[in-house]
């Protein structure tokens, strides 16, 4: 039977159920029960506990650690030997042999293994029920009405790619790229209701009795609560009846049983005086007992059954009989011995007073002897004394006494007469006791004075203090005192509160700006980067300053007197950045345009033509102004020396048409030049000014007549060969003439020969000698003393002066000039033009002067506090100063010293306080009047109490107020304390000495005595050394210190040195690179012979393990340096040109990273700009044509048709015309020019035309109805009879052939331009206009602009290059505290922070923020309480008694699982005395012993494991609980109706755990078998498994499976065995079974083919293997486990009636005679048909 529960609440505070009481009916049935089962299990015996198992123990395996990354690395575990059970034992315990390793190779992984990004997940959201998320449409399954799993949900959680270092969103193909993407949304449960979970039964207690009927118990604790509505907890306890064997002697009833104390009470005065002179009358307590035993025959008569039987009743009137007359006796007896002590106390009483007189008698004669300066110290100690005993000031400590009730209890719980119980004496009833007085304080003080004396709103506030005195100690267990001392904020009021001192923050001039060269511009041919520019960092540094220390007439920098820096923590805003972006403005480079073509022969001053001397010059212009002026641009012009200079001179335009002389129609004439006065450079001048020049002469020429051979004329001349002359060259210039007609024989002119066609002449021939001037760089700026300061604004404006200082003046600068000749060097100056002789000095403005300015000195860093606890150390303070202004332009340097340290004074020792006890009191006993009916009452003897007092004193010994000690000190010692005052008969002995020393460790024994005092000496009882040592030894201790590494190795540190600085103080941040060798640390732990961690210093070790490390520096992303240009993508018009770079190196350990790659052409990173190509940079150039090839020739007259030919040349067309020949693609091929053409050499006497003319332009829109036209000129005139032809002709203007039509065409922007040596910020994207013909064709820019197009296009617009910013890190803080005062987990951390983020493709920040190390291993001492003594009642067999423990100095090494051993208890000496922080020590509690046959409550279990609400071991989110149980006991049978509530009681807690719970199930025998709940951990548990899918423990059948073959399926039917078939009754009852026809098919031997079988019964169940059979057989059984025809009998059925049908069919068609006609067919078909033999394909399978 169980005992009943009740659920509870489970949650919030701890929670406390209580079963309700049984009914008197179900407790009746409960004993008849109980008595049943116990006459069943009579011969049950208890079963034998097993053997202990001992097995190894592995803990997880540590961090991989090694020197070098990867495979190398180690990794250690630690291995234990436990029992079974779970406690660690001894490793001896375990076999050595299977002992696992406990080291193990690795794989270690470094930081720059890791990548830049990883997944982010965020938190899941709340379950939502999946039906809340259907759509309104969607059709939603109903829920289950029984809950199995929970209500199906789905939560969701947002994932993201993110850029580790900054945590900026990346795309989620770069982590997918590494792993795939972790899921969005997951299933997820709401809860069932949980129901109570208990823990298997405990085994069965020992029978309560050891003869008779008694119980056994066994019990079972809480695991659980129940939970969400779930089922109450079950029963705790199971009862069931013994009986060990009848008893010999009658069972002892009775027991003697003692109550509790009583409540302490002070004697009253009155008692307390007559105690000294006369005993009294017995007290209280044994007139109660006597009360008690008058009353307890009655009380025993009503708890008699009604239903009692005679002979039941006449025992007990002999029983009741035999009573009285035993307590008749008992009256008798006490009535003599009391008569006897009263004698025995008179006898005492006037002995004690006889010593009393002769002790006053000899303190009399004493103080006689003693002199006056005795008396008088005497007199001093005595009131000393009074001062400090108990009553005094603070304490009024009062010794009382308490009692407690003795009674004889009947194994059923009724009280009984006290005579019942048999024993030789009684307990002690009494025992002395201290007055319980609570804490009294006094009122309240007045609060202190404000720690702020002046007001500030905004700022923090001060604080004050009030106190109150201690008026009484708590003592005796009274109330605890309250605080003594109060704190709150304040702030100083009133008019005269000055306001407080403000601060705020100061900053430091910006540095300079500092530019990082791109990844994109890293160039190794670019070696200088000192000229670059554009975005930039710098830096400035923050400091905090009182406000009222800055002047106001002067500004933050230029005061001399800056402010002093003060602590930053005074500053309260936000401090202001100290990095910034900055832009660096790029140099404007000069930029000039190509040389003109050499001008004439000029004079070098036309003004003055004497010195004969004359110069060619050339000269280019300045395109883009650069920065700085003019000076830094190269010459602009070139100089030739020549002869025959002139400044004017006459320009031939053109030559006028050749009019024959004498007005003849033909023949020789002249042309007249048209004429122009021109300058040097070419412009057009007053005609007067050619006064001097020679007019150029008519020109010869001749108008051929028709008989005369026809020339051509002269083309113009071509460009000079050279531009100069030489030894080796000469400047040529050619022109060439052809033959148009051949004379008519003798009658004409004659056509010269082939060398008069062709004419050269010297061009160039000046030397190849040129000149400029040269000039240097501008010297530095020197002062001017000429120029007063005052004038200084009116050169450069003040450019670059920061303010009006009268430091800053006018200065020049010079510059070196000089004449150079092209390729050989210096030059006397008169070789080149003075008039273009550049200026060599110029003013300039001098910089102002600027001194460098720094702070005056902080004040000194705070010393640590005034006085220190722990050894002296020595500590020291610093002070700092702080650049503002950087010295520049010769100003005064700053200080080298910017910090200065000092040692600070000796601080003096702590206040500290303690406890001081003074001497214990004499012991006081319970008043007489208490004890004196008691035994041995005559002697002054016994136990007490003793009482000292307490003092609070300063470290240094003087006297402090108590309350010091209540505030800073731990609790106050003991005031009271129990004391024996020896009787006669004890045994006294002195306390045991200290142990004698040990000569050395591990060697010989020591010892430690103590003695027998006063009359013990001679009591042989005392000299009993067996029960009264007086030495004990033990051998000296022998420690045995070895060290061994613990914990992982730290991360790397750098040295403190490793930190750069920039010059000045001034901190460079940012681009430091804090990587190369460091040291790493593994603690050291120092261990004793008994493995207990003991200081380092025993193993003369400092703590640590050093290791160098290396910390890898980041690499950047290396690319190649940039290609060459591409040619410009159009050879006409604009286009673009490229330029890349590929990858060379990948970025690693946080180095820059590469920019995006180009995934099309492969190039990391690329260029393209804007090119114009000109469409006339290559042009055809044609060479004079041919003389005619005539192919039909006339002898006579040489003429007819023929061909003439030239060479057509592509050439590249510079300043001074086509020059060099380059490739033919390179020339437009439409424009190319003819290189043969056939035509008709004119006869003698033709009309000889000049060739055509260019055509004339098709006018716009093109149309087919308008025409171009081109000419030709008449040369030669007819002779007489023959006309010339048409001299004009025309063709149709035809769209794109012809005739074109043309447009704009914008192209696309080209990338970001910046300057020259700019590497970010702002630049300029351009884009450029094509002219496109209507073909497509791009076309020089005039086409367009000549037709006067709109341009409506912006070419230019501004953009931004993104500035590289490398991150920015603070300094490493200071180390912190170690996290744990002791054990091996201590680590030291310093961390840093990110000051500016990275941008761009600026190196990212590095991952690590922190970084730790061990520190120095120190063992944990801790005070621990020893397990509980078993509670003891004195004096008699059960009741309330005590139970004791002490207080023991453990030490662990501050593992969670460490149990730690005991050591001395000096080694805790500087411990305040709590265990777990609590410093109420409890030492001694009460307890109960239960009395045979009484049911009572178990001590309260253990609290279970903290256990989450959890499904599929996953956390709902609802925190966790654990929870504690006491089960009922009980002895007797009779007594089960007396037994309390079972109690249980739960409570939240934190890091739970997740258990599971599942039904199991054992093998199946005859028709049942076991079925259990069990938890994941493998705890079998009733409860947790939901109910409903309990799996069949039972599957009898009814009626049962008696037929031959038959046995019970689990369905709960009567099934045959294998090979038998069932026949079922009409009522579907089993009635036989039936052997089945065996169908065997051979499958052993020859066949080739896999049969597979069918089994028709249990296909789980393995086939018995029948002798004499070979190969696999079918079954075929009709009928199913239910009587019922299987489903396949129905098949086989069907299937044989379609084929009756079918036989039936093809026979009567057989039979049938056929038509004759049809009979040739058929026979015809029938012979195909036999041709055709069928075929079948087995394929193994049997089911075909």
Known sequence: MWLSSGAARWWGSPLRTRGSPLSLWRRTLLVLMLTATSLRDAGAQTPASSKPVYVWQTGPWGRCMGSECGPGGTQSRAVWCAHSEGWTTLPTNCPPATRPENRQSCFRVCDWHKE????????????????LRAGANAAVPPRPAVCQRGEEGIQTREVGCVHTPDAVPAEDAICEYFEPKPRLEQACLIPCPRDCVVSPFSDWTLCSKTCGTGLQNRVRTVLAPPLFGGSACPNLTEFRTCQPGSCDAEESLYSLKVGPWGPCTAPSPSLARLAETEPLEPLEPLGRQARHAQAEPASESETQPESETQPARKNRRERKNRKERKERKERKERKERKERKERQDRTMRQDRQARKQQRRERQRERGKVKDPEARELIKKKRTRNRQNRQGGKFWDLQVGYQIREVMCVHKNGNAAAIHLCHQESLPVTYQACVLTKDCEVSEWGEWSACSRDCYDPNGPKGQRTRLRRLTQFPVGGGAGCPLLEETEDCSPQGDAVQPCIAYNWKVTEWSECRVDVLLSQQDRRRGNQTGLCGGGVQNREVYCVQTSDTPSNLGPIRSKEASRPVDSAL???????????????????????????????????????????????????????????????????????????????????????????????CGPGTQVPQVQCVNSDGVFVDRQMCRDAILPMPALCEVPCPKDCVLSTWTTWSLCSHTCSGKTTEGRQTRARSILAYNAGEGGLQCPNSSALQEARSCNEHACTVYHWQTGTWGQCIEDTSVPPGNASLIGGGAGVGGSEPSCSVGMQTRKVMCVRVNVGQVPPKKCPESLRPETVRPCLLPCKRDCIVTPYSDWTPCPNACQTGPKQKRKQSRKRIIIQLPANGGQDCPEVLTQDRDCENPSVCPGYRWKTHKWRRCQLVPWSVRQDTPGAQEICGPGLQARAVSCRRVDGGLVDIGACLRNVSPMPALTQSCQLPCQDDCQLTQWSKFSSCAADCVGVRTRKRMLVGKSKKREQCKNSQQYPLSETQYCPC?????????????????????????????????????????????????????????????????YIEEACII???????????????????????????????????????????????????????????????????????????????????????CGEGVQTRKVRCMLNSIDGPSDTVEDYLCDPEEMPLGARESRLPCPEDCVLSDWGSWSRCPLPCSGNTMRERMAKPIRQPGVGKQCPNTTEKEPCTLNSNCFTYSYNITDWSTCQLSERAVCGSGIKTRMLDCVRSDGKSVDLKFCEELGMEKKWQMNISCVVECPVNCQLSDWSPWSECTHTCGLAGKLWRRRSVIQASQGDGRPCPSQMEQWKPCPVKPCFSWRYSAWSDCRVQGARCGDGERFRNVWCFVTDGTARAEGS?????????????????????????????????????????????????VRAEDLGLGAVQVRSRAVLAQEPENLLQCPDQDWEARPCTEGQCYEYKWMTGPWRSSSRQVWCQRSDGLNVTGGCPSTNEPVSDRSCVPACDKARSFCTEAGLCGCEEGYTEVLTSEGLLDQCTLIPVLEIPTAGDSKADVKTIRALSPTLPTASMNGRSGRTWFLQPFGPDGKLKTWVYGVAAGAFVLMVFIVSMTYLACKKPKKSQRRHHHHHHQNNRLKPLTLAYDGDADM
């Open 116 to 131: 830049l990004y990883d997944w982010q997940l965020g938190a899941w959201n709340q379950c939502v029920p999946v039906s």
């Open 1112 to 1198: 890898p520096c980041p690499s950047d992303c290396k690319l190649s340096e940039w290609s060459n240009w591409s040619r410009c993508s159009k050879s006409c018009g604009s286009g673009v040109k490229v330029r890349s770079k590929w990858l060379r190196e990948k970025p690693y350990n946080g180095g820059r990273p590469c920019p995006k790659l180009d995934h099309v052409n492969q190039a990391q990173v690329y260029e393209v700009v804007p090119c114009l190509s000109d469409c006339g940079q290559y042009v055809w150039v044609a060479e004079p044509w041919s003389v005619w090839k005539v192919s039909n020739v006339d002898l006579k007259e040489n």
């Open 1039 to 1103: 420690n045995k210190y070895s060290a061994q590494p613990v914990g992982n190795w730290s991360d790397c540190v750098l040295a403190e040195s490793g930190r750069l600085e920039g010059q000045l103080g001034m901190r460079v941040q940012g681009d430091i690179k804090e990587c190369g060798q460091g040291y790493r640390y593994q603690a050291m732990a120092c261990y004793d012979q008994d493995a207990r961690l003991v200081e380092t210093a025993r193993c003369n070790s400092h703590g």
């Open 1462 to 1510: 005991m050591v001395d208890e000096e080694l805790c000496g500087d411990l305040e005395l709590a265990v777990d922080g609590d410093k109420n020590i409890v030492l001694q509690e009460t307890c109960a012993v239960p009395c045979p046959g009484e049911c009572y409550l178990m001590d309260w279990t253990a609290w279970s494991p903290c256990q989450l609400s959890c």
């Open 571 to 665: 500053c309260l805003g936000v401090a202001p950045n100290t990095t910034q972006l900055c832009q660096l403005p790029c140099p404007v480079e000069c930029q000039v345009s190509a040389w003109s073509a050499w001008g004439p022969c000029t004079y070098e001053n036309c003004s003055d033509q004497a010195t004969k001397k004359g110069f060619k010059l050339r000269r280019r212009r300045i395109v883009n102004e650069p920065t700085g002026g003019t000076g830094n641009c190269p010459h602009l012009s070139e100089a030739i020396p020549c002869d025959e200079p002139s400044c004017y001179d006459w320009l031939v335009l053109k030559l006028e048409a050749c009019v024959p002389d004498n007005e003849r129609e």
